[in-house]
């Protein structure tokens, strides 16, 4: 069955999470106890919790990074910051203890170290796993890693990120912005060469978001580890390298612009709800920069991922007519990513040596929003605006903006929404971090 609920791992996998007291509670399992004797059932419980992991703190992820983007604002009279330090109100600066740093970062770490004590344990499982069987799980765990790792990349920018954490006692050191990304691809290779000698069938299963368009477990896995490689590529500005992973992905001219792997949720029980949804037209509102509206085209249906409010939203001398409303629900699964993602990629990667072949990718997008095939100019500048405004609108609220802006060099073309606004280029090493060894 491939729809799993993650309540019954989430005590295993907090457990293991945490740091293990000398006296061990013999109702519970230890670290020590699950790496050197884990059974089937127990690695199952891993991979799992590896996957459920991936979804917690995302909320925090999406929404700073949207904020700083100016896709959105999150208005909420509990917490100031998100419309004082976030966006950079007079005089102040982003916290380096702040929680909408430090949560997401800490969220994306405790995957890698979940992925490292699964790869133990898979190692040295009590009914021992062939070399293929083996491979399904490294595979699966490389891959998970690398994504966290581009995550706490994309927040952490210049100040480069820590690689290699699997001893707390010695943890690795900080790798600058370009190294990180080259030790992120190389794992992803690592994760793609188990994967692909880890037989035909894992012996494990993922969530119905995770596994999609009819493929299995290590198919998905697979075409999902080689669209993350063709996102690292383009980060990269290695374009030859993004166009050969995508051959090896799920990536599809024709296909489904939503295809791809996704975060599942569930307001059951005591499942996780999806942590960006807000109810429309709540006093606590994920409210759109009103610029989406402003410089969107005329006929562009993706107008349909805000809707106008009721009333006006306002809070700190910012207003809103519209709500962000790309998820119906908390039940709404949060893509990891899609096809429409994939297409704009090639698209991205063909602009300066095939702008023709990067224009009819563009108007698949286009034509796919109401807007028609792609008429301007075959220029590497206009293909690059054009790019930009599809990715800005396509990948609405999936933590692009911020990103593509930084990357093409044009922050200070997102829009200031008080006198004084500042616009961060990253966000700052988490207090935790300073003065660690390693660092």
């Known amino acids: 069955m491939k729809l799993l609920k993650y309540t ?15 006296i061990q509670d013999p109702n519970n399992p230890s670290v020590i106890a699950i790496e050197n004797n884990a059974s089937r059932n127990e690695l199952q419980l891993l991979v799992s919790g590896v996957e459920s992991e991936m979804r917690d703190e995302m909320g925090f992820y999406y929404d700073v990074l949207g904020i700083i983007g100016r896709e959105y604002y999150f208005f909420t009279n509990s917490d100031p910051r998100y419309t004082g330090e976030v966006l950079g109100k007079g005089e102040a600066t982003l916290d380096d203890a702040g929680f909408y740093g430090t949560r997401p970062y800490a969220g994306r770490y405790k ?20 070399d293929s069987e083996l491979k399904g799980f490294t595979g699966f765990a490389k891959t998970t890693q690398a994504y966290s790792l581009l995550l706490v990349l994309n927040m952490q920018y210049q100040n480069g990120i820590r690689i290699e954490v699997s001893d707390p006692e010695n943890l690795g050191p900080f790798k600058d912005y370009s190294t990180a990304l080259g030790d992120i691809s190389s794992l992803l290779d690592a994760g793609y060469a188990d994967l692909n000698t880890a037989g035909s069938e894992a012996l494990f299963f993922l969530s119905e978001g995770f596994v999609f368009n009819g493929l299995d477990e290590l198919e998905s896995l697979k075409q999902f580890n080689r669209a993350i490689k063709a996102r690292v590529e383009l980060y990269r500005g290695n374009k030859t ?21 996704s975060h599942f949720y569930d307001a059951a029980g005591t499942d996780l709800p999806n942590p960006v949804y807000r109810t429309p037209n709540g006093s606590e509102a994920l409210a759109a920069q009103p610029s989406y509206v402003t410089d969107i085209r005329a006929g562009d249906d993706r107008i349909n991922k805000v809707a106008m409010r009721t009333s006006p939203a306002t809070l700190d001398g910012l207003t809103s007519n519209y709500d962000v409303v790309i998820y119906s629900s908390i039940s709404s699964n ?66 692009h903006r911020w990103i593509d802006m930084r990357r093409y060099d044009r922050l200070d073309q997102l829009p200031i929404d008080r006198p004084g606004d500042d616009v961060w280029t990253q966000l700052p090493r988490p207090v935790s971090e300073i003065g660690v060894q390693g660092g």
Do not use: W
């Open 8 to 22: 019954f791992i989430i005590s295993l996998v907090t457990l293991l999470s945490c740091q293990i007291d000398e």
């Open 241 to 261: 390298a993004a166009l050969s992973a995508l051959s090896d992905s799920f990536f599809d001219l024709a296909g489904s612009l939503n295809m791809g792997p």
């Open 111 to 130: 995957v890698v170290k979940d992925a490292n004590i699964l790869m133990t344990a898979a190692q040295n499982a009590a009914d021992p796993l062939s």
């Open 334 to 399: 949060i893509p990891i990513i899609r096809n429409e993602e994939l297409i704009l990629i090639y698209a991205e990667a063909n602009i300066g040596t095939n702008n023709t072949e990067a224009a009819s990718a563009l108007s698949i997008i286009t034509s796919a929003h109401g807007l028609g095939n792609y008429t301007g100019a075959l220029t590497d500048s206009e293909l690059v605006d054009e790019l930009l405004y599809n990715r800005r609108y396509s990948l609405f609220g999936e933590a």
